[in-house]
């Protein structure tokens, strides 16, 4: 149901690097998977609304008032790639 | 002193004793734990009790030690949602649920083992390995959240905050024979807990009695405007422990004993429906139609959502970070070697039914079938008070009995995944044992009636004994 080819598709847009001796096991389990969610497709939804969630919210605002963040610091503080205040990543490119 | 205590027995040791003592012996019996059910425990729990030794705390929690699952935020301490990806990070901040149990003067003795990032069943995915049953060291103790029920089993920690996005407080809770709620969607404040599927999952108390789980209610539930689902209510929840079901009109879904349900696990849950009607409540057979299409469109919700959340872990500002010469070539490797196996398989199946042309039929589909689950549960609750079931179809499997095949885990989560779709709030308590192995009783509730499974709950436990029964400790 999905191809090794489509798992490494997914792959890349999941950004998950997906090596060629592991495709064909993604592939095989997630067919499991999709065949038995396949069976929805048994289910009358003809008129019948998506429930994104349950709360009975439907949008929440607050004053736009300036509020006390975490220091620069405390936010760095979880890696050492650091640069001036930024986090310093590979090039996009 | 550590061991098997309710909040009141351990109030009354440290009146008796001191915090301190209390703590330092929680402590001990977990260095000498077998169970692996913690990843970090906190030495500096020391300090924070003499601190309430030193200078009291008239929180209703004073000293009372609590241990926290690893998805949710504790400033200072490590939280890695048992995942290498994660390995090292400290939050800077603590969860709204943390800030709460520290007013309260709750100590924290450590973080629980848990599956990586929640995604599981049985706690065997986490990267710092499977924690054991306290019940029988061959098996699992539940998931997610299986450290944090193993530990309340086992005396390593009086009571335990857990999470539950399909199942993950109650399921651990009835393998490991202790109390789990998932509270109503939107009754605590998710802040602070590293999002897994957000639609879905609820924090939630674990406990040895129905009573401790009311105590830790009124005071981790509550608005918070830092969650934009959080919802202001003004229950309390000490106020549902009263032992009287009369007239109480329980409804039993047929779909929920079905196929594959272990037959000491039905008798034992009829036993206790059975029980209930000598209380004073009364029962009848009902049917929620649509709940054998519940476990395939929970688990398209919980990987489509856990695709768009989990993209944050890119090695890019925290935690795990891979080597390559650009961005997107270092946070694939990191990704790929940061995640483990079923993380993995979660993602690219949520990513996979988002993306072109396979949206509809999969996220949209899902997402309809969602409001036709809790079509059933409206309908069901215009005629009953509660719905009583059994938590899990049989008791705690085997290690490595299901880890090489994804679906058949899935497939254990058939009576607590359509509870989290509809958003309703629902308890496990232990309702009797099989071969030594405790049997879990889920009684769920209408949105926001978290009283009335209480009282069901506690009127049970009063007049039961199944919840004094305590392992054996470990050879």
Same mark, same amino acid.
């Given at each position: 149901?999905?191809?090794? *080819? ?9 950004? $998950? *690097?997906? /090596? ?8 095989? !389990? ?9 069976? @929805?497709?048994?289910?009358? +939804? ?6 994104? /969630? =349950? ?39 | ?11 009354? &040791? ?19 734990? &077998? ?32 241990? #926290? ?9 490590? +939280?890695?949602?048992?995942?290498? $990806? ?9 969860? /709204? ?63 335990? $905050?857990?999470?539950? +996005? ?11 024979? =202790?109390?789990?709620? &998932? ?80 037959? %000491?696990?039905?008798? %034992?849950?009829?036993?206790? #429906? ?26 398209? #919700? ?61 996220? @949209? !589909? ?13 309908? %069901? ?14 008791? %705690? ?6 880890? *090489? ?61 199944? /919840? +004094? ?7």
């Amino acid at each position: 149901m999905i191809t090794k *080819e489509e798992v490494e598709h997914v792959g890349w847009l999941a950004r $998950i *690097e997906i /090596h060629e001796n592991e495709a064909q096991d993604y592939a095989e !389990k997630l067919s499991a998977v999709l065949e038995y969610f396949s069976q @929805l497709d048994e289910v009358n +939804t003809e008129n019948v609304e998506p429930t994104y /969630h =349950v709360a009975d919210i439907v949008n929440v605002f607050r004053d736009d008032v300036i509020r006390l963040s975490l220091p620069q610091e405390e936010v760095l503080s979880n890696t050492d790639k650091k640069q001036e205040g930024n986090f310093l990543a590979p090039r996009i490119m | 002193m550590a061991g098997w205590a309710s909040i009141s027995q351990i109030k009354e &040791k440290i009146a008796e004793k001191s915090a301190e003592e209390v703590t330092a012996s929680y402590l001990e019996r977990i260095k000498k734990s &077998k169970i692996n059910a913690y990843t970090t425990v906190c030495e500096g729990a020391i300090e924070k009790a003499q601190e309430i030794d030193d200078k009291g705390h008239n929180g209703p929690l004073a000293g009372i030690p609590i241990a #926290i699952k690893d998805n949710i935020s504790t400033k200072g301490i490590y +939280t890695t949602c048992s995942s290498k $990806i994660l390995q090292g990070y400290v939050p800077p901040y603590d969860a /709204h649920i943390v800030e709460r149990l520290k007013d309260a003067g709750a100590i924290i003795l450590g973080k629980t083992n848990m599956d990586e990032f929640a995604m599981g069943t049985s706690t065997e995915s986490s990267f710092y390995g499977p924690t054991l049953n306290p019940w029988d060291k061959e098996r699992v103790p539940g998931g997610s959240s299986g450290g944090s029920a193993a530990v309340v089993a086992a005396g390593e920690a009086p009571v335990s $905050i857990g999470s539950d +996005t399909g199942g993950s407080v109650r399921c651990p809770a009835a393998f490991c024979g =202790v109390v789990g709620l &998932k509270p109503t969607y939107g009754t605590i404040s998710r802040y602070g807990l590293i999002s897994y599927a957000n639609s879905l999952e609820q924090i939630g108390p674990l406990a040895t009695c129905v009573s401790d789980i009311a105590t830790l209610m009124d005071i981790i539930a509550g608005y918070d405007s830092r969650d934009s689902t959080s919802v202001k209510t003004e229950m309390v929840y000490k106020d549902a422990l009263v032992d009287d079901v009369s007239g109480m009109k329980i409804g039993v879904p047929e779909e929920y004993f079905g196929e594959g349900i272990d037959p %000491a696990v039905e008798n %034992a849950v009829w036993d206790a #429906i059975q029980f209930f009607e000598e209380l004073g409540a009364s029962w009848e057979q009902t049917s929620l139609p649509h709940t054998s299409y519940a476990l395939a469109a929970y688990y398209i #919700i919980a990987m489509s959502e856990a695709s768009s959340n989990l993209a944050r872990f890119d090695g890019t500002r925290y935690g795990y970070r891979s080597e390559g010469d650009n961005w997107h070539v270092m946070a694939s490797r990191t990704r790929a070697e940061g995640f483990g196996p079923e993380v993995k398989r979660r993602i690219l199946l949520g990513t996979y039914a988002l993306s072109a042309g396979y949206h509809d039929k999969y996220y @949209l !589909k899902a997402l309809k079938v969602r409001t036709l689950v809790k079509k059933d549960f409206d309908i %069901a609750f215009k005629k009953f008070d509660c719905l009583m079931t059994p938590t899990m179809p049989t008791p %705690a499997f085997r290690i490595g009995e299901k880890v *090489e095949d994804p679906l058949a885990l899935y497939l254990a989560d058939v009576n607590t995944v359509p509870i989290n779709l509809a958003g309703v709030p629902s308890i496990s308590l232990p309702c009797g044992f099989t071969d030594g192995l405790p049997i879990g009783l889920q009684i769920i509730g209408k949105h926001f009636d978290e009283t009335t499974i209480l009282k069901a709950a506690y009127s049970f436990e009063q007049n039961t004994d199944h /919840h +004094t029964r305590r392992p054996q400790e470990m050879a």
